[in-house]
């Protein structure tokens, strides 16, 4: 019998994989241009870090890691999500003494247990991006900017921007309360899981997709009536600087984050064409939880990006790189020459394939085809005695000789 993967992890294959690459490419032009530079942290850290950040009565913890006991006896968890792992790693390294305004970036896979779907699978991939040490919502607007300017990168239009507040410590109590009040009456029509969460954390049947659900829920009660003056300035002013900036926005007051650790700015990209994995890319301000890791008290924003889902926004886009000239051989010394000439074009950023098994003319040239060449030459025993040949434009057929020279070829397939 045939081993397979593990449901929910999947194969990145080349086709596939060129994709990604193009997606990651985007994002570490735009991010590095905002003045981010990238961090590499482990995909397993101590249970504990994700049971302190992300909070013991969120649906990840409670439900959906990936947890065990290794040999030393500790508790490990495979990481559900970035934004824990970077600032453990600000704090452990004291990035903040150095400047406790840091622009970081990550790129990674991501483990949680839930049910596979289109999009969401049990190792995922999530880029990321984190601003610490600025409570200006200035520092929103750029983050902000910067996520749409990474869609506009990669040439979607599509998924547009929601944004809300979650308060601070100081106004969201008044708010749980009167939601905890609202959903009382209603306990009757929300499903397992939310009556659960009216318990442990009621802000989260709002975002709830279960029909049933979402209509009990209508008309709750918004936290945007309930924000204390700094908050409702803070949200004023990062509206101002999108509006400033001419980017478009949508106000959801029914936006939670499934973490526990978000306050103030919260945020969305969201389509349509996902079915109900609407969401894209998603974020917010998390001002408490460097403290509350262990760290001074600093304040943070950022965002992650779902990787497999903007994959999918990308559709059937040819990502695949045709070489640049595929060379056909006559005979055995000719293809001596070719394999030369082939790694000093290679040398040169020249992108080359050629026969490596001596098959018929015909074969090679329908080799040529399939990989989509750009430009095909054959290289028989004239060719080599003169030091030209025929080289074939394969969109037209267009014939043009060129010196069998590494210099002369590179400026041919510029």
């Given at each position: 019998?045939?081993?397979?993967?593990?449901?929910g992890f999947n194969d990145i294959l080349p086709t596939e994989s060129e994709r990604w690459q193009y997606i990651e490419q985007a994002a570490r032009r735009v991010f590095e241009l905002n003045g981010?530079?990238?961090?590499?942290?482990?995909?397993?850290?101590?249970?504990?870090?994700?049971?302190?950040?992300?909070?013991?009565?969120?649906?990840?913890?409670?439900?959906?890691?990936?947890?065990?006991?290794?040999?030393?006896?500790?508790?490990?968890?495979?990481?559900?999500?970035?934004?824990?792992?970077?600032?453990?790693?600000?704090?452990?390294?004291?990035?903040?003494?150095?400047?406790?305004?840091?622009?970081?970036?990550?790129?990674?896979?991501?483990?949680?247990?839930?049910?596979?779907?289109?999009?969401?699978?049990?190792?995922?991939?999530?880029?990321?991006?984190?601003?610490?040490?600025?409570?200006?919502?200035?520092?929103?607007?750029?983050?902000?900017?910067?996520?749409?300017?990474?869609?506009?990168?990669?040439?979607?239009?599509?998924?547009?921007?929601?944004?809300?507040?979650?308060?601070?410590?100081?106004?969201?109590?008044?708010?749980?309360?009167?939601?905890?009040?609202?959903?009382?009456?209603?306990?009757?029509?929300?499903?397992?899981?939310?009556?659960?969460?009216?318990?442990?954390?009621?802000?989260?049947?709002?975002?709830?997709?279960?029909?049933?659900?979402?209509?009990?829920?209508?008309?709750?009660?918004?936290?945007?009536?309930?924000?204390?003056?700094?908050?409702?300035?803070?949200?004023?002013?990062?509206?101002?600087?999108?509006?400033?900036?001419?980017?478009?926005?949508?106000?959801?007051?029914?936006?939670?984050?499934?973490?526990?650790?978000?306050?103030?700015?919260?945020?969305?990209?969201?389509?349509?064409?996902?079915?109900?994995?609407?969401?894209?890319?998603?974020?917010?301000?998390?001002?408490?939880?460097?403290?509350?890791?262990?760290?001074?008290?600093?304040?943070?924003?950022?965002?992650?990006?779902?990787?497999?889902?903007?994959?999918?926004?990308?559709?059937?886009?040819?990502?695949?790189?045709?070489?640049?000239?595929?060379?056909?051989?006559?005979?055995?010394?000719?293809?001596?020459?070719?394999?030369?000439?082939?790694?000093?074009?290679?040398?040169?950023?020249?992108?080359?394939?050629?026969?490596?098994?001596g098959k018929s003319l015909k074969s090679q040239m329908r080799r040529a085809d399939k990989l989509g060449a750009r430009y095909s030459v054959v290289i028989g025993e004239n060719e080599v005695t003169?030091?030209?040949?025929?080289?074939?434009?394969?969109?037209?057929?267009?014939?043009?000789?060129?010196?069998?020279?590494?210099?002369?070829?590179?400026?041919?397939?510029?």
């Amino acid at each position: 019998m045939s081993i397979t993967a593990i449901k929910g992890f999947n194969d990145i294959l080349p086709t596939e994989s060129e994709r990604w690459q193009y997606i990651e490419q985007a994002a570490r032009r735009v991010f590095e241009l905002n003045g981010f530079s990238e961090i590499r942290v482990p995909i397993m850290e101590k249970t504990e870090l994700f049971c302190r950040s992300i909070g013991d009565a969120t649906d990840i913890v409670e439900k959906e890691m990936y947890t065990f006991t290794d040999k030393g006896d500790n508790s490990i968890t495979l990481r559900p999500e970035g934004t824990a792992s970077v600032m453990r790693a600000f704090i452990e390294h004291k990035l903040y003494a150095q400047d406790p305004v840091a622009k970081l970036y990550y790129l990674g896979p991501m483990f949680r247990y839930e049910r596979p779907q289109k999009g969401r699978y049990r190792q995922f991939h999530q880029i990321g991006a984190e601003i610490t040490g600025v409570n200006a919502p200035l520092a929103d607007a750029q983050v902000l900017n910067m996520l749409v300017q990474f869609f506009r990168e990669i040439g979607l239009d599509e998924p547009s921007l929601q944004i809300n507040s979650l308060g601070c410590p100081e106004c969201r109590p008044a708010y749980r309360a009167a939601l905890v009040a609202f959903l009382e009456e209603r306990l009757d029509r929300l499903c397992e899981d939310c009556k659960r969460r009216f318990t442990t954390n009621p802000l989260r049947t709002l975002d709830c997709k279960v029909p049933g659900c979402v209509e009990a829920t209508a008309g709750a009660p918004s936290m945007l009536d309930h924000l204390c003056g700094d908050c409702s300035d803070h949200f004023a002013s990062v509206k101002r600087y999108l509006d400033s900036t001419a980017t478009p926005y949508n106000i959801n007051p029914r936006m939670v984050r499934g973490l526990d650790y978000y306050t103030r700015t919260t945020f969305e990209l969201v389509t349509s064409l996902l079915g109900s994995q609407s969401a894209v890319a998603a974020g917010g301000r998390y001002d408490g939880l460097i403290s509350q890791l262990g760290g001074p008290a600093i304040p943070g924003i950022g965002f992650a990006i779902g990787f497999e889902r903007v994959a999918l926004l990308l559709g059937d886009k040819d990502f695949s790189r045709q070489p640049d000239l595929f060379i056909a051989t006559m005979g055995a010394g000719e293809r001596d020459f070719a394999f030369r000439l082939m790694h000093e074009l290679l040398q040169s950023g020249v992108r080359v394939e050629m026969d490596y098994e001596g098959k018929s003319l015909k074969s090679q040239m329908r080799r040529a085809d399939k990989l989509g060449a750009r430009y095909s030459v054959v290289i028989g025993e004239n060719e080599v005695t003169s030091g030209k040949a025929s080289f074939k434009r394969m969109e037209d057929g267009e014939q043009i000789e060129v010196p069998l020279k590494c210099a002369d070829i590179v400026n041919m397939t510029a």
